[in-house]
């Protein structure tokens, strides 16, 4: 095969080819951002459970997303370092934070420099200008104040 023998220039495939590769590049690169934008959905969806349940007032449920035992009345016991009734004193209508009327997951992430067990969700409550920090363990979903 010589030069002249060559095949045709197929300017439609090249075409396809450089679209394909486009296309290609740009899904990789909304895939990653969206994991990005998303990478602590799943400590947010729990906080929100966790306030939402506040918020109608249902404390059980809240003390259950807290410690992610939905089944917490069958055995008490378990959480002797955070009893129920604390629990009620903290986060019912008398705690720091009050009657929960509205709130908003205002942002997510993990201390600097560290590789972290869990996620910290700030929580604006109540429009208040001091923001509920909670701290979700990654591995089982538990709740409790932020150490930061």
Known sequence: MTLLDAKQYD??????RRNLIAGTVVAVLLIGLLAWVFRYYPEERVVDHFFAALQKQDFETAYGIYWHDPDWRQHPQN??????NEFYTDWGPGGE????????IYASGTPKGESSSGVIVEVEV???AEHARMWVQKSDKTISPSPY
């Open 79 to 84: 959480y002797k370092q955070y009893p129920f």
């Open 126 to 128: 109540n429009q208040r």
């Open 11 to 16: 300017e439609a495939g090249a075409k396809r």
């Open 97 to 104: 934070w009050g009657v929960i009327k509205q709130y908003k």
